[in-house]
């Protein structure tokens, strides 16, 4: 009976409870505030330029294209457990391309030039976004052609060398896959030269990819 007793005594030592597992503390991961996209981006142009003053060339709206790069970044989130991705707000700069063909009662004439958009973005939703800003443009070159007045004046347009800054306003759709779909209204600003009194505004249809490069 001694023995059966040193038996059970040593076997109640050996027993140890399962301890309960240590709860692990709530690991919550912050996004970062601001999210980076790079891309390309293509559009059609549609130019309407009005004349005044004394210039009546007959230029009549016009169409066009263009592409380059795009830089966009989204920041403001909408909640806790939402990604800068998806951000409220958001600034898109683009780097473009733009070639123009317009006629005028005496010639065709062929203008290329660059467009940099500077875009303020608020977005209601994680994919439709409003944009307004300026858009820096100007013509790289055009062709040696000369265009005809009623005032009896004759333009080189070799000397077309305008520089504008449009305002712009539009909106942004973003679309699976990282493509985007965008269209703008572009309001110039400024005469083509100096001494001839023509303003373009634009309305822009565009396509992009982007991807991301920060999230």
């Known amino acids: 009976l001694m023995a059966i007793c040193l038996s059970l005594g040593a076997s109640a030592q050996d027993f140890k409870p399962e301890s309960s597992p240590t709860p692990k503390p709530n690991v919550i991961v912050k996004p970062k505030k601001v ?4 891309g390309i981006k293509a559009q059609g142009l549609y130019c309407m330029p009005s004349e005044s003053g004394d210039l009546n060339t007959g230029a009549s709206a016009f169409f066009g294209y263009g592409g380059g790069a795009a830089l966009s970044l989204r920041f403001g989130n909408r909640g806790i457990n939402t990604y800068a991705t998806d ?40 994919s439709f976004g409003i944009e307004i800003g300026p858009t820096f443009s100007g013509v790289i070159s055009s062709a040696d052609n000369v265009i005809s007045s009623d005032s009896k004046t004759d333009y080189y347009v070799g000397d077309l060398k305008p520089y504008d800054v449009k305002l712009t306003v539009g909106a942004e759709l973003k679309l699976k896959g990282g493509f985007s779909a965008s269209i703008r209204y572009n309001l110039g600003t400024s005469k083509m030269a100096g001494n001839f009194d023509m303003k373009c505004n634009t309305l822009a249809i565009g396509i992009g990819y982007l991807f991301n490069i920060a999230k």
Request: charged share 10%; aromatic share 18%.
């Open 35 to 38: 999210s980076a996209f790079l």
């Open 87 to 126: 951000g409220i707000f958001g600034v898109q700069i683009e780097a473009m391309y733009a070639h123009y063909s317009m006629e005028t009662y005496s010639e065709d004439i062929s203008l290329q030039g660059y467009e940099i958009p500077v875009l303020l973005q608020w977005w209601p939703t994680s």
